[in-house]
């Protein structure tokens, strides 16, 4: 046993081993950290950019938050806003890449529910056999709901995917490295990956026109009034009257994705 | 101090230097400006052309037509729903020009029959409806008021028709039940026919001391399922059906 405790004395078989008083070694390797810290804060600091910097030119996207309503009962499923959305914003025009579309839902007496997209609605619908077992059927508008907790943004890997300031969800072509895995976090089905670029695509509720003062294409075409563009939380916008005047729903609320697609007059079959 | 210390040192500190030279290789220059995200992206995200000029631009030229088409029943059907996109033609007016179907190709993509719309939504048989002549022979597109008064309810209520006709009550016309103005079949949302309200007005036919004749199924109206009205059971337009 060493006389004193937190020592070890140089044995004669091993000279090699040098003595190490504990104090001393903490000392010295916190007094080491504590000298690179300085080092390595400047280096952090130094490499990342400063946050909260804002666009330059007069659209502030920090005064508006966009939300879409959608009047189910209104839906004449014409799908003029499929085809208005494929040109507006260059999708593909193959039959199973859509920024929006409509399901036509058929609700049979025998409580059996058959949902049908063809083509998203552009070339119409089939005719619906045994018209007489129908209960209720009717049209149902789909879209990027723009999520205010959206599932796809937090599994990007990279940060491609992200949504801005003003509410609204959007992919960052230039960055997305096509892993597909917003694809699947998606629960409604709203993101594809597009055949040319190979990156996400989505609808960006023409993010483009809204910076401008204008509605999405899709609302602007829409003839019977079926959707409404505005802003959730200012009170001079079409979308609060129909907030307040409409019992309104979201698709899939058990998944807390905060949707910012209200429906009004949902059918409880609507998946 | 050991010789394992300033060695671990080194090793840690060409790695802290080594994730500097990385990041500020890897990292794109606008990224973290706004949040996890290149904030370049909506710079080049805004600069998207745009394909549809929006109906007030429209306006701004064409302002007799639209003001025509505010007052009428197409009022909430904008200009590029039938002209498609006209960004191009604000541009150029006088080169690029939007373009329309005049014959029937484009009408009934709204107003073709089909059991999925909404219920009163003008609908007409595309096939049976004025075959292979173009609608706006009869209809003025920007004020689509129907050219002649419609003489049968089913003209707009062809489902309705279609089920009464399977139905004894097909002997009935509409207006025995429904008071409907005339002004309705021209503008339908104007003014709504109206219903029977209690369980009497059946009973001028069904009740059992009812005048009508003897054929007509009778029922006590004191005693049978009160306090409901009959058509909570019985549809109306086809009450035979269980």
């Not at chain 1, 330059?56 to 005064?63: F, G, N, R």
């Not at chain 1, 949902?115 to 045994?130: A, K, Q």
């Not at chain 1, 055949?195 to 809204?210: D, G, N, S």
């Not at chain 2, 009022?75 to 080169?95: D, I, K, S, T, W």
Request: glycine share 6%.
């Amino acid at each position: 046993m060493p006389e004193t405790p937190g020592t070890i004395e140089r044995d004669a078989e091993q000279p090699d081993r040098a003595s190490v008083d504990r104090r001393e070694f903490l000392r010295d390797v916190l007094g080491a950290c504590g000298a690179a810290a300085p080092v390595l804060w400047w280096g952090t600091i130094s490499v990342a950019p400063a946050m909260g910097q804002e666009r330059q030119d007069s659209y502030d996207p920090t005064d508006h938050l966009y939300g879409m309503g959608i009047d189910v009962r209104k839906c004449i499923g014409c799908a003029r806003c499929v085809v208005a959305c494929k040109i507006e914003n260059d999708v593909p025009d193959e039959p199973h890449f859509f920024n929006t579309w409509i399901e036509r839902y058929v609700i049979r007496r025998d409580g059996e529910v058959e949902v049908d997209s063809p083509n998203g609605g552009i070339d119409g619908f089939p005719p619906i056999e045994g018209v007489g077992s129908v209960r209720r059927t009717f049209f149902v508008p789909k879209l990027c709901n723009h999520c205010d907790n959206p599932p796809c943004v937090q599994v990007c890997p990279v940060g491609a995917t992200f949504i801005t300031q003003d509410g609204v969800v959007l992919v960052d072509d230039d960055y997305c490295i096509g892993c597909r895995y917003c694809i699947q976090a998606c629960p409604y089905g709203a993101r594809y990956i597009h055949p040319e670029k190979h990156v996400a695509a989505k609808c960006t509720f023409c993010y483009h026109r809204l910076v401008d003062g204008l509605v999405p294409a899709c609302v602007e075409v829409c003839p019977t009034g079926a959707r409404i563009f505005g802003e959730v939380e200012h009170r001079a916008t079409p979308l609060a009257r129909f907030l307040q005047f409409n019992d309104v729903q979201v698709l899939k609320p058990h998944l807390n994705t905060k949707p910012k697609a209200y429906y009004a007059n949902l059918d409880g079959e609507v998946r | 101090m050991p010789q394992q210390v300033p060695r671990l040192a080194a090793v840690f500190a060409v790695a802290v230097v080594g994730l500097i030279v990385a990041r500020t290789l890897l990292v794109p220059e606008t990224f973290g400006d706004i949040g996890h995200y290149r904030a370049a992206a909506i710079d080049s995200i805004v600069a998207h052309p745009k394909k549809y000029a929006g109906h007030q631009e429209c306006t701004m030229c064409h302002r007799p037509i639209a003001e025509k088409r505010a007052a009428s029943n197409h009022r909430g059907v904008r200009c590029e729903v039938c002209h498609g996109p006209a960004a191009a033609h604000v541009a150029n007016p006088l080169e690029t020009k939007p373009t329309v179907s005049r014959n029937r190709g484009l009408c009934p993509l709204c107003h073709a029959y089909n059991p999925s719309r909404p219920t009163g939504f003008p609908q007409i048989d595309s096939v049976r409806h004025n075959p292979r002549m173009p609608c706006i022979d009869c209809h003025d597109p920007h004020a689509p008021e129907p050219p002649v008064t419609p003489r049968e309810c089913s003209a707009c209520h062809g489902q309705i028709a279609s089920q009464i006709a399977v139905s004894h009550h097909v002997e009935l016309s509409c207006t025995v039940c429904h008071d409907a103005p005339v002004q309705h079949k021209n503008d339908p949302r104007s003014v709504r026919p109206g219903k029977p309200t209690q369980r009497s007005f059946c009973g001028t036919c069904h009740a059992t001391d009812a005048p009508s004749p003897e054929r007509i199924p009778r029922i006590d109206l004191g005693s049978h399922n009160q306090p409901y009205v009959c058509w909570q059971c019985h549809y109306p337009h086809y009450p035979e059906a269980r």
